[in-house]
C-alpha cells in the first residue's frame, strides 16, 4: 500500500518528526491537532477558542487531502478536563453538523503545550 504525506502551509507545521496527515489507501490519518495558530503558537483564551483554532487547522489539513468533515470516519478526542466536556461537544457539533462519525473522548493528564485539547481524524477518502 502506498503511502502519502500530506501537508500545508494552512495549518501549523508540526512540532515534532511527523506529518500533518497521511493518506494510506483510501484512509486519510490525521495526526493530533493542538490550539496553535499558523504562527505556531497557541491561541489566547480558554477552551472555546482551543476548540475553534483545532477545528480551523483540522479542516485545512483535510483540505489539503481534498475531503471535509463530512468524509471523517472516526474521531479521537484528547481534553485535559472532562468538565469542558459540554463546551466541547457543542463546538464539534458545530463543525460536524448532522453527519456523527464515530468518536472517543478521553480525559488526559497533559498535553503537548499544555494546551487544553487535541484532536485527531480518520477520513474515507472515497467517501
Known sequence: ????????????????????????????????????NLE??????GIQEQTHQVFVNLKA?????GV?????????VFIKDMNQFAEIN???ASYMGEHKPA??????ARLP???GIEIELIA???R
Open 113 to 115: 503545550k499544555d494546551v
Open 103 to 108: 468518536r472517543s473522548t478521553v480525559e488526559v
Open 1 to 36: 500500500m502506498e503511502l502519502t504525506t500530506i501537508s500545508t502551509e494552512a495549518a501549523p507545521k508540526a512540532i515534532g518528526p511527523y506529518s500533518q496527515a497521511v493518506r494510506a489507501g483510501n484512509l486519510l490519518f490525521t495526526s493530533g491537532q493542538i490550539p496553535l
Open 61 to 65: 489539513v483535510l483540505a489539503a487531502a
Open 40 to 45: 505556531g503558537q497557541v491561541v489566547a483564551g
Open 68 to 76: 471535509g468533515f463530512e468524509q471523517v470516519i472516526k474521531a479521537t
Open 124 to 126: 474515507d477518502l472515497q
Open 90 to 92: 457543542e463546538i464539534y
